[in-house]
């Protein structure tokens, strides 16, 4: 079991900066790949950020891609969500997901068997 603990989500005005951080406990040790997802009001859950922790491969998801900056640090077991150029269509619910398992498609939230509880991201124009 890996429990998942979001922070950092705020208001800020467009083209500000913000930094997630999401504290994992439990299974620390076998998390193979972390991410980050969101979820804006009636819109479906979508991919942001994912870093794999052995070689520290990152993806991206277009749309954030050159904005955002996904990173960990294995001492804290933490993974960071650095978002800058901020629009308001970020604005969102940002979710931290984890796995154990090996997995291919980063991308996808049902590879995934952990997740937080979410923090609120509202980008003002």
């Known amino acids: 079991q890996v429990q998942l603990v979001e922070s950092g989500g705020a208001l800020v005005q467009a083209g500000g900066s913000l930094r997630l951080s999401c504290a994992a406990s439990?299974?620390?040790?076998?998390?193979?790949?972390m991410a980050w997802f969101r979820q804006a009001p009636g819109k479906e859950r979508a991919f942001v950020a994912a870093?794999?922790?052995?070689?520290?491969?990152?993806r991206y998801a277009d749309s954030v891609q050159d904005r955002f900056t996904i990173s960990g640090d294995n001492a804290k077991n933490t993974v960071y969500l650095e978002m800058s150029s901020l629009k308001p269509e970020d604005t969102a619910v940002y979710y931290c997901?984890?796995?154990?398992?090996?997995?291919?498609?980063?991308?996808?939230?049902?590879?995934?068997?952990?997740w937080g509880q979410g923090t609120q991201v509202t980008v003002s124009s």
């Open positions: 997901a984890a796995t154990l398992s090996q997995v291919f498609f980063l991308h996808d939230p049902g590879r995934y068997a952990y």
């Open positions: 870093i794999r922790w052995s070689g520290g491969t990152t």
């Open positions: 439990g299974r620390t040790s076998s998390t193979y790949a």
